[in-house]
């Protein structure tokens, strides 16, 4: 093949690069330079790559055929030992798709030694770190995270650099019923604060009539807050009512607020016995 054909996805420019993330955590893991061309033709989609869709590519395959790759792909030796087919891809299908479009030959990537739990891992992560995401694809990978791996929302947390509370009420928002959340997309509401407002309603009609008048008046949160506190729009504590299988009691718990997430009604709950324990072992 002549060299105008082997096309190469690194800028003439420059040699490997790419902005800093987690990413360089994992590079230390290896004395020798990991950074490499590799040719397309070795690489292979990870089959269990959490993405399903790669979305419009034209913006990037012009992207690509202009100024190159800039930042590379993480890959793995693939651990089916395919000999046309060496590496699995980890994080950058989108880029080389696009990379095939453009018709490069090679493309930059970064080998890690990695298991195929801590691959799925790393490309869970990074697809949480793109800045196209809605609220709800991005609290879909978080719980995805949460479910393949154990962890706990601090957990999550630590893996994606937010704080605990961005994930739990990004979590929250996978209790918006489905009819709500068709309305979300086609009204075109893409702020998750307002959304986690508009969560607090107490029926998917109203949920449905607030989207509206967002879309229609543009409303914030803060809007929607202010609208709550009206006569006639203040919302009811959050109560939980445990009736005991052989009704011999009856637990309800009020809260301050109108919407309570799972993990804080269990952690009141805990609190409740560690205080009663409390005090029955200084009695």
């Excluded at 994992?26 to 869709?53: F, N, V, W, Y």
């Excluded at 979300?184 to 702020?191: D, E, F, K, M, R």
Aim: aromatic residues 4%; hydrophobic residues 35%; neutral net charge.
């Amino acid at each position: 093949m002549s060299e105008p054909a082997r096309r190469k996805g690194l800028p003439q420019q420059i040699k490997m690069r790419h902005s800093h993330h987690f990413v360089d955590d994992l590079t230390t893991r290896s004395e020798t330079p990991i950074g490499k061309l590799l040719p397309l033709a070795e690489i292979e989609p990870d089959p269990a790559q959490p993405r399903s869709s790669m979305g419009n590519l034209d913006d990037l395959v012009s992207s690509i055929r202009d100024k190159g790759i800039l930042e590379p792909l993480l890959v793995r030796k693939h651990p089916g030992g395919k000999r046309d087919k060496s590496h699995l891809i980890i994080s950058g299908e989108r880029r080389y798709h696009a990379a095939l479009a453009a018709g490069l030959f090679e493309v930059p990537v970064i080998e890690l030694d990695v298991s195929d739990q801590e691959a799925l891992e790393i490309a869970l992560i990074e697809n949480l770190q793109r800045k196209d995401l809605t609220p709800f694809e991005e609290a879909e990978g978080y719980r995805v995270l949460g479910e393949r791996h154990g962890y706990t929302h601090e957990q999550i947390a630590d893996a994606v650099g937010k704080s605990r509370v961005v994930i739990t009420e990004s979590l929250n928002l996978l209790q918006m019923p489905a009819r709500v959340r068709d309305a979300v997309q086609a009204l075109g509401v893409n702020s998750k604060s307002v959304l986690l407002e508009i969560l607090k309603a107490r029926s998917e009609e109203e949920m449905i009539q607030l989207l509206e008048r967002v879309s229609s008046l543009g409303m914030s949160r803060e809007d929607l807050r202010r609208r709550s506190r009206q006569p006639g729009g203040r919302r009811k504590p959050y109560v939980f009512t445990f009736k005991s299988p052989d009704r011999s009691y009856l637990l309800n718990l009020s809260f301050r607020r109108s919407t309570v997430d799972r993990p804080d009604l269990i952690t009141a709950l805990q609190e409740i016995l560690q205080q009663l324990v409390a005090e029955e072992q200084q009695n």
